[in-house]
């Protein structure tokens, strides 16, 4: 029996210790080093167990002595748990910085239960939306802006960075790298309710002039044919557009993910299942089945041919 | 005797799954698996997801008909599976992006499932 293995698209799940960028590489650190020292306080710990359950009387007594709570209860921990809370510090402190004009800023937002995501010009407006899944190029620290729509999620990619919090009313920063091209898994890390285990992403690093050159492509808004397409009929229809944008068409609702590259992703339903044409229609038939309780309706009024159609639709839209 | 000799050729079943030449079950499920086939079939073997678009395919190997209407023979089984549009033009099942031997491995595996 096999769970989720449609995720391993997306390297599901994220291995956690395998840190592929110099923001994730100092937590790597910093968790070995929390572990070891835990690890010791623990054998200490258990020789006094051990002491105080079978050691000669002398050593007992030692024990059970009030010195003995002043330093190990008391003086111990403060010097212990403070240095480790400034290495911390020391090792964390710059991943959050305000974003230096030069750094690339991607706004990620919170949504129950996929992750709306906007590519930000140096003022700060949003040049690019998208969902669901955010590129990068490789070798250069990308600034992301973390805010949320309802509850509070926690963006997660192990292999570039720790978690942060998505709070409602607050923007986060977090800081990720990749040092080399790939796809990297993440997940929502803080249950938002519903269908949170089914909150993913993936981030997708390029080399520079393949960034470059998805972003133009990217900006491109839907050719004029596309909208000549059938399913482009059917999605108009079916009140699709209410939720969903497509650019360059007359779609243009914003409650749900933006669909105007949709074919060009590497997952869907939030990084949890494969993107192909099957899978579109699978999701737009009946979302509810494979993603319970997520804000997007089963669609039991399309024909068979219309959801084909639909979905042959989408899938063209790269 | 005669009897059994009878009977045997009566049905293919009984004496196991049936097998599909040069064909790779296990192959079969894990292309399966990869294209998503379970966003809308209830696939035996993968616990996440279970779609419900289409129908379920616990025992699809005894079945007698695909899709209701064909039978459920190797050839139209393959062809189903990599592009049942061409068989069922109101179907609401897209090609599948399988080459014909990845289909015939997705059927040999199907014919597995009892």
């Known amino acids: 029996m096999t769970a989720s293995t449609p995720r391993s698209m997306a390297g599901w799940p994220p291995p956690t210790l395998d840190p592929a960028g110099p923001f994730a590489d100092p937590l790597h650190v910093l968790a070995w080093v929390l572990f070891g020292m835990a690890g010791i306080v623990l054998l200490l710990v258990l020789v006094a167990l051990g002491v105080a359950l079978f050691g000669p009387r002398r050593w007992r007594a030692r024990l059970g002595g009030e010195r003995l709570i002043w330093i190990g209860g008391l003086a111990f921990p403060v010097v212990v748990l403070s240095a480790l809370l400034v290495y911390g510090l020391s090792l964390t402190g710059r991943l959050s910085d305000e974003p230096r004009p030069d750094e690339m800023r991607i706004r990620v937002t919170g949504e129950m239960w996929w992750w709306r995501v906007a590519y930000l010009d140096p003022d700060g407006r949003e040049a690019l939306q998208d969902a669901n899944e955010i590129h990068i190029p490789v070798g250069r620290p990308v600034v992301l802006e973390l805010e949320s729509a309802d509850v509070i999620h926690s963006l997660w990619v192990p292999r570039l960075s720790g978690k942060v919090d998505m709070i409602p009313g607050r923007r986060n920063l977090m800081r990720i790298q990749a040092d080399a091209p790939g796809a990297y898994g993440g997940q929502c890390a803080e249950y938002c309710g519903g269908p949170h285990a089914l909150m993913g992403l993936v981030v997708v690093a390029h080399e520079p002039a393949d960034f470059a050159a998805w972003r133009s492509r990217r900006a491109a808004p839907a050719p004029a044919a596309a909208a000549a397409h059938p399913g482009a009929a059917v999605f108009a229809r079916a009140g699709c557009g209410a939720c969903h944008t497509v650019a360059g068409t007359a779609f243009n609702g914003l409650a749900g993910p933006d669909l105007s590259h949709v074919g060009a992703r590497r997952t869907l339903g939030a990084g949890i299942l494969p993107n192909n044409q099957g899978t579109l229609a699978g999701w737009i038939a009946d979302s509810q089945s494979i993603k319970p309780g997520n804000r997007m309706p089963a669609y039991p009024v399309l024909t068979g041919r219309e959801l084909r159609e639909v979905s042959a639709w989408l899938e063209s839209l790269e | ?114």
């Open chain 2, 1 to 114: 005797m005669v009897l059994a000799l009878l009977t045997a050729a009566c049905a293919d079943k009984g004496g196991g799954p049936r097998e599909i030449a040069g064909a790779d079950p296990a192959r079969g499920f894990a292309l399966a698996e990869r294209a998503g086939c379970a966003a809308c079939h209830d696939l035996p073997g993968v616990a996440w997801p279970a779609g419900a678009a289409g129908p379920p395919l616990e025992g699809f190997g005894g079945r007698p008909l695909i899709a209701g209407r064909f039978p459920n023979q190797p050839d139209l089984l393959a062809r189903w599976v990599r592009d049942a549009p061409s068989m069922a033009p109101e179907t609401g099942m897209p090609p599948a992006p399988l080459t014909e031997a990845e289909a015939r491995d997705v059927a040999a595996w199907l014919y597995t499932l009892e």
